[in-house]
T-cell receptor
Framework: AQSVTQPDIHITVSEGASLELRCNYS??????LFWYVQSPGQGLQLLLKYFSGDTLVQGIKGFEAEFKRSQSSFNLRKPSVHWSDAAEYFCAAVNQAGTALIFGKGTTLSVSS | DVKVTQSSRYLVKRTGEKVFLECVQD?????MFWYRQDPGLGLRLIYFSYDVKMKEKGDIPEGYSVSREKKERFSLILESASTNQTSMYLC????????????FGNGTRLTVT
């Protein structure tokens, strides 16, 4: 069955340090991939998406993600983390039927000062 | 800005009650979705709808039903609430087309006692 895996449940990063959140997908064809962020008490907000073309995509809030077909990965990165980035991050992929998104289990990011 | 509004932020119901969770979107989106979010499990799709009076089962439809009588409104129904349905419920909407980003409401936290 198709799946999206986020290997890290919780990550703590110092403010100003770089960040990489990992995401792997299991899907044969070129996937449609997304990263969403959920701040406490809020719904999910789209950070960025990848459909095709340039494998490095830019998103909002200074985030970027790189699609690597050979590794079935779509990792999220930010060069310098701010305290306001503390949130839960979800990677998602369109299912094989093309009807809905499948989400990973999420990675909680804590930012230390 | 797209607005997806879930009528209740918090809801407490008793076991066996019939529960209605309401969701309204104001962007004329054809697609609407209900997910439940549980710690460590991420988001799981319950039901979705591509058009008025149309519905499709997601990954975990058991114990739930939905209603879409108007394009802007998508209701999730718990026919007989059980304690294992205590969860955060997220509604989302989107335009048609594979990969159209989802716009989420802020969620309804349902507690069944």
């Amino acid at each position: 069955a198709q799946s999206v895996t986020q290997p890290d449940i919780h990550i703590t990063v110092s403010e100003g340090a770089s960040l990489e959140l990992r995401c792997n997908y299991s899907y044969g064809a070129t996937p449609y991939l997304f990263w969403y962020v959920q701040s406490p008490g809020q719904g999910l907000q789209l950070l960025l998406k990848y459909f095709s073309g340039d494998t490095l995509v830019q998103g909002i809030k200074g985030f970027e993600a790189e699609f690597k077909r050979s590794q079935s990965s779509f990792n999220l990165r930010k060069p310098s983390v701010h305290w306001s980035d503390a949130a839960e991050y979800f990677c998602a992929a369109v299912n094989q039927a093309g009807t809905a998104l499948i989400f990973g289990k999420g990675t909680t990011l804590s930012v230390s000062s | 800005d797209v607005k997806v509004t879930q009528s209740s932020r918090y809801l407490v119901k008793r076991t066996g009650e019939k529960v209605f969770l309401e969701c309204v979107q104001d962007m004329d989106h054809e697609n609407m979705f209900w997910y439940r979010q549980d710690p460590g499990l991420g988001l799981r799709l319950i039901y979705f709808s591509y058009d008025v009076k149309m519905k499709e089962k997601g990954d975990i439809p058991e114990g739930y039903s939905v209603s879409r009588e108007k394009k802007e409104r998508f209701s999730l129904i718990l026919e007989s609430a059980s304690t294992n349905q205590t969860s955060m419920y997220l509604c989302a909407s989107s335009f048609p087309g594979v990969g159209s980003p989802l716009h989420f409401g802020n969620g309804t936290r349902l507690t069944v006692t």
